[in-house]
């Protein structure tokens, strides 16, 4: 794991455990802004790579010191998150709609990666977006 690896783990992981929005792009663009490296990888990446270091029993070591605990999926961050990538590409007003929309939504839907994606694609449908 690189420097570069485990900071982006680390305020990514305590974002997303504390229902903070994250721009991940963003994140990127600062680490690569104050290491001074030319690329960072995504979250996905950086979650397996890092739950991919083993201890002789095979326990991740992760799971060992107790970070797992972080990575709760709390697919509210990942709705805020998708939402606070789409604030510089769109108007506030139409972020103000789809946040709205996404609300509406959000209660009747299951708490799964796949209802989080219909979220978003059916507040954006309705705010003209897509």
Not at 90 to 100: A, L
């Amino acid at each position: 794991m690189t420097r570069t690896k485990i900071i982006f783990l680390v305020v990514y992981t305590m974002c997303r455990y504390n229902t903070i929005p994250l721009d991940e792009e963003r994140l990127q663009s600062i680490i690569q802004t104050f290491l001074h490296v030319q690329n960072t990888p995504n979250s996905l990446k950086v979650i397996s790579k890092s739950l991919s270091f083993l201890d002789e029993a095979g326990i991740p070591i992760l799971q060992k010191i107790g970070f797992t605990e972080f990575l709760k999926n709390d697919y509210k961050f990942l709705l805020f998150s998708k939402l606070k990538s789409l604030e510089e590409k769109y108007p506030e007003e139409v972020i103000t709609q789809m946040r709205k929309c996404c609300f509406e939504l959000f209660p009747k839907m299951s708490d799964t990666p796949q209802s989080m994606k219909k979220v978003i694609k059916i507040s954006m449908k309705r705010c003209g977006i897509c």
